[in-house]
């Protein structure tokens, strides 16, 4: 049935946005290389989940691939659709590159069968490091109200049913509240800041890709936490070394701390085909290695 899942949204809404962004905002965006990009990510996530099956067979569950065609391929259309909504090449071959590598990160760079990184995230920064034909672009969306109105009202359809405003929100209050204190400090008027917080590109972040529910802190206390860590390492790198896209290097950074946030604030992990997972009521520190049967 479509739109049954929370992702269903999520992917027309990124869709909506690459379309609204080519179209309205002149992007120089190729949406053939959108098809290369979304068919990388398909097909290594169809590769990789097959070979995993086949690692995992037995005799009492044979590997079967007809399964596989399904399960993963809504993660890997909302990977690519953040790529190509992010990064901007000057050949269609990095765009494939970061897309196999944001799918791959997900199979082997995950701690207690959890991945930490964000997918498109770690594509992207990947290739920022690896080619010099990639960069991202954070004015591409300028910083018009009504974008700041979709922006909210788009998010709404996914945070609602996922529980992850907490994310959102700790972000966006820590980052904003740091931006408003230098702008008092410097004695700048208030359309600087107003400026720098309408930022499309910054909304997108806060509400797409750094509230990815399988790859950020299970508890509400740690993802709280992990945000205005975020925020605080993007204000740095931003006024520290003025670097254009400290937003995806500080989510990059700070990623693998989800595995010691998860130790320390415990709650059950996020699952799709389930309701919002309840939260421990208490700060539990326990650094014992119990694995979880969860991709």
């Given at each position: 049935m479509p739109f049954s899942d929370a992702r269903d949204y999520q992917i027309a809404i990124l869709s909506g946005f690459l379309f609204l962004g080519v179209y309205t905002r002149d992007w120089t965006l190729h949406l053939d290389w959108v098809g290369f990009t979304v068919a990388a990510c398909v097909l290594t996530q169809w590769s990789l989940s097959a070979w995993q099956a086949r690692q995992k067979a037995t005799i009492e569950k044979p590997f079967q691939i007809q399964p596989l065609l399904i399960s993963g391929l809504r993660s890997s259309l909302i990977t690519a659709l953040g790529i190509s909504l992010l990064l901007r090449v000057n050949h269609p071959i990095v765009l494939v590159l970061a897309g196999s590598l944001a799918i791959a990160s997900k199979f082997f760079l995950k701690y207690e069968n959890k991945h930490f990184f964000n997918p498109a995230n770690f594509g992207i920064i990947t290739v920022l490091l690896l080619s010099k034909d990639a960069w991202v672009s954070p004015g591409q969306w300028g910083t018009d109200w009504w974008y700041l109105i979709l922006f909210f009202s788009a998010a709404g359809l996914v945070l609602n049913k996922v529980g992850r405003w907490d994310t959102s929100i700790a972000f966006l209050i820590s980052y904003g509240g740091l931006e408003i204190a230098r702008n008092f400090w410097l004695g700048w008027s208030w359309d600087v800041v107003a400026h720098q917080l309408s930022s499309g590109s910054l909304l997108l972040f806060a509400f797409f890709m750094l509230t990815d529910?399988?790859?950020?802190?299970?508890?509400?206390?740690?993802?709280?936490?992990?945000?205005?860590?975020?925020?605080?390492?993007?204000?740095?790198?931003?006024?520290?070394?003025?670097?254009?896209?400290?937003?995806?290097?500080?989510?990059?950074?700070?990623?693998?701390?989800?595995?010691?946030?998860?130790?320390?604030?415990?709650?059950?992990?996020?699952?799709?085909?389930?309701?919002?997972?309840k939260e421990s009521s208490k700060f539990a520190p326990d650094f014992s290695m119990q694995p979880v049967n969860l991709l």
């Open positions: 529910p399988r790859s950020i802190p299970n508890a509400k206390k740690g993802r709280i936490f992990w945000s205005i860590s975020i925020a605080l390492l993007t204000f740095i790198l931003q006024h520290g070394v003025y670097s254009s896209s400290a937003i995806f290097w500080a989510l990059f950074a700070l990623a693998p701390t989800t595995v010691l946030i998860d130790k320390v604030w415990k709650s059950s992990r996020f699952n799709w085909q389930e309701s919002e997972p």
